[in-house]
């Protein structure tokens, strides 16, 4: 699948931790190092729980549909 949508800057990572570092997706976390680690040693498996024939959704929402395409677009 081709993410036209995704800035070029983005392939330069090598790590999808760092692209959502920089981008503020990630302000805490227990250990830096070793979710960066794991993040660039295995593909992760992650789940999204909201339902989009709601009636409602918010930019709470989006949010999470971004990290999915970056998790996507680095093999998660």
Known sequence: MKYDFIPDSVSSHTNVYDVLKERGFIEQTTDD????????????????????????????????????????????
């Open 33 to 76: 190092e070793a979710i960066r680690e794991l993040l660039g040693r295995e593909k992760i498996r992650f789940y999204i729980g909201f339902d989009p024939t709601a009636d409602c959704l918010h930019v709470g929402h989006f949010m999470q549909v971004i990290i999915m395409m970056y998790m996507q677009k680095y093999g998660h």
